[in-house]
């Protein structure tokens, strides 16, 4: 059985071709990218130990064996983050005994206050599931005839995911759903994560899973929304960790001045309530 780390190597293993890392071509061969021989050899491992963490048999690799990798992968940081935190819960799946939970939904006063500060301007506060947990009027008002923020517990991975709504609302939709199923792997919990995957699978269906196996750590660039009345929307996020409740506040800052008279044009209209 293998592990988010040996996935991750074996997915980036695949996707290099040998001559982009100076590697002279060895022939038609059966499966695509680097062979295991050459990773191993560019990061000073045996090709035994290398299949070992790639199979799930080795869960601990050291420190140096993980930089080393990632330098014979050729990552960039963000994929060198991914990298040392999949070898981190891992490496801790052995001994995890918790039942599959779901995460905390409370939001710490001094945050909410936080959040109050920046109306009526867009922000939310969420934790890497997707759940929406706190909002300004100005998210409603953004987010407002989508559906995302039907029911009593929104969640925008659920959204992205199951709600055909998504795919008109996110001009984007390939790179979002890439942003929502890679945060599944940052938490709150490895816990967390495994009891949402497990109720979102069966409904989310295979594209689900399969952009949650891909490991690509999204750019995040800026995001296009198509709003059902106030047209093509460009904003630029700030997301502004709170690491000891593993939530995130996120801002949304109009990327441009067409998106800014819109949005006000929106804003203008009769008020949703505020904090949520």
């Known amino acids: 059985m293998g592990t988010p780390l040996g996935d991750f190597i074996r997915t980036k293993r695949d996707s290099i071709q040998p001559e982009t890392l100076g590697l002279p071509e060895r022939g038609r061969r059966r499966s695509p990218g ?36 990632a ?12 990298l040392r935190y999949l ?24 945050l909410l206050q936080t959040l109050r500060l920046l109306e009526p301007g867009i922000a939310l506060v969420t934790n890497r599931l997707g759940d929406i947990l706190a909002r300004t009027s100005g998210y409603e008002t953004l987010t407002g005839g989508t559906g995302l923020l039907d029911g009593d517990t929104p969640n925008l991975t659920r959204y992205v995911f199951t709600d055909p709504r998504a795919r008109a609302f996110f001009a984007d939709w390939d790179e979002v759903a890439d942003e929502q199923a890679f945060d599944l792997w940052l938490g709150p919990s490895v816990e967390n994560a495994e009891w949402f995957s497990a109720e979102l699978a069966p409904v989310a269906g295979p594209d689900f899973t399969r952009r949650m196996n891909r490991h690509v750590v999204p750019p995040r660039g800026t995001l296009r929304l198509q709003h059902p009345t106030g047209g093509e929307l460009r904003f630029r996020r700030e997301t502004l960790e709170a690491p000891a409740d593993a939530q995130q506040l996120v801002v949304f800052l ?8 819109a949005f006000e044009r929106l804003r203008d209209r009769p008020r949703l309530r505020a904090i949520s």
């Open 34 to 69: 680097l062979r295991r021989l050459d990773l191993a050899a560019r990061a000073g491992i045996s090709v035994e130990y290398l299949t070992r963490i790639e199979q799930g048999r080795d869960r601990n690799p050291s420190i140096p064996v993980v930089n080393a990798l």
């Open 71 to 82: 330098d014979a992968l050729s990552l960039d940081p963000a994929e060198r983050g991914h």
């Open 87 to 110: 070898a981190k819960i891992t490496g801790g799946e052995c001994t995890a005994h918790a039942r599959p939970a779901p995460p905390r939904r409370d939001v710490r006063p001094p």
């Open 254 to 261: 109009p990327a441009d001045e067409q998106t800014a008279t």
